[in-house]
Structure formats: C-alpha cells, structure tokens
C-alpha cells in the first residue's frame, strides 16, 4: 500500500509543497506527480529509484504491507 504522505512530508522539507515542484525536481510529467503527490498511484521501480535519489527515501518506506485484513477480504 502506498503512504503519499511519506513522500509529501520528505518533499517539503527540501521546500517542494507542490506537485509541480516535484515534477521539476525528479524530471517527470505534471500529471505523474500529481498522482503521486496525491495518491492515486503508486510509484514504479523507476519513480521509487528517483524518490530515493532526490529525497532520501526509500521503496520500503513508500510501500508499506497492506494490513492482513484487507488480504483476506480480496482472497
């Protein structure tokens, strides 16, 4: 499950408080960085590779397990 707020809270603090400044920062299309920054996808290996490499983050902390709950309840 993917924790946009990680990667909100690692972008401000190298002063990027909007998509468009980490679309500028990591070299990707505004829109990718607005689902990111937003939440509506995940990123790939590619993106999470550019995350850790502009912020200091992780894929491990990007990603987090989903809950066993919710695995159940899709099986």
């Not at 707020?5 to 920062?25: E, F, Y």
């Amino acid at each position: 499950m993917y924790d946009r707020s990680v990667l909100v809270t690692a972008a401000a603090a190298m002063g990027d408080r909007r998509p468009i400044d980490l679309a500028k920062r990591m070299g990707v299309a505004r829109n990718t960085a607005w689902r990111l920054w937003h939440g509506h996808t995940a990123p790939s290996a590619t993106l999470a590779a550019a995350v850790e490499q502009h912020y200091g983050v992780s894929a491990r902390q990007l990603i987090q397990p989903a809950p066993a709950d919710a695995e159940q309840a899709a099986a």
